[in-house]
């Protein structure tokens, strides 16, 4: 009986050590003041500086259309990487629960930092896009569904905790697409949120 009960403890004690491992490794939180240094809009300092891309008044018609629409097509999320590759943007550290979009407690201080940075002068009004990635484990579609509703799982945070406008954050999911170590498809750095100021606040109040 004694060596059965040890068994079955082992057994517990092993299949939490799973469950939680992909959670277990947590970077650094990034600061109020980092988050906003990554995402604010710099203006050239000299006439030499270089200088972002505008974006074509075709280009913020399909802005407008996302923060109204939520079902992004195959050609829309690409379109829209294509814009966040030249727009200033920084990876988030946010961890969720084992195989599901649900928040991790760990996640709170980051996701607080995000909403303070998102409602400081130097960005608030601006269009945010929130980017979820998955690693390159389990099927395609399955791990598309999974980045798309842990992108929404961190708007609804903001949206919530932070009364940002709905309108102002569009998610979008690219599951093990897009990969951020191609030499490692599944590392931690893989499952990420990455987050984009994809239309400064001047635009945005167009």
């Known amino acids: 009986m004694i060596r059965q009960n040890c ?3 082992a057994f517990a004690a092993a299949f939490l050590t799973l469950v939680l491992l992909p959670c277990a490794t947590h970077a650094e939180d990034l600061s109020v003041q980092q988050l906003i240094d990554g995402l604010k809009v710099s ?3 000299s006439l030499s500086a270089p200088e972002r891309p505008a974006a074509s008044a075709d280009d913020l018609s399909f802005v407008d259309r996302l923060r109204h629409n939520r079902s992004l097509s195959g050609d829309d999320r690409e379109r829209l990487a294509k ?3 030249v727009r200033p943007k920084i990876d988030v550290d946010i961890n969720f629960d084992y195989n599901s979009a649900a928040l991790a407690p760990k996640s709170e201080s980051q996701l607080n930092n995000l909403g303070k940075a998102l409602t400081a002068p130097e960005l608030a009004g601006s269009v945010i896009t929130l980017s979820g990635f998955t690693d390159a484990k389990g099927g395609d579609e399955y791990n598309q569904r999974l980045s798309e509703r842990r992108a929404e799982a961190v708007k609804r945070f903001l949206v919530e905790n932070y009364h940002l406008p709905a309108a102002n954050l569009i998610t979008v999911g690219y599951g093990k697409t897009h990969l951020k170590n191609t030499a490692d498809p599944l590392a931690a750095e893989n499952r990420r949120t990455q987050v984009a ?8 109040a167009r």
């Open 197 to 204: 100021n994809l239309e400064g606040k001047e635009q945005a």
């Open 43 to 45: 203006r050239p300092r």
């Open 7 to 9: 068994s079955r403890k």
């Open 83 to 85: 814009m966040v590759a």
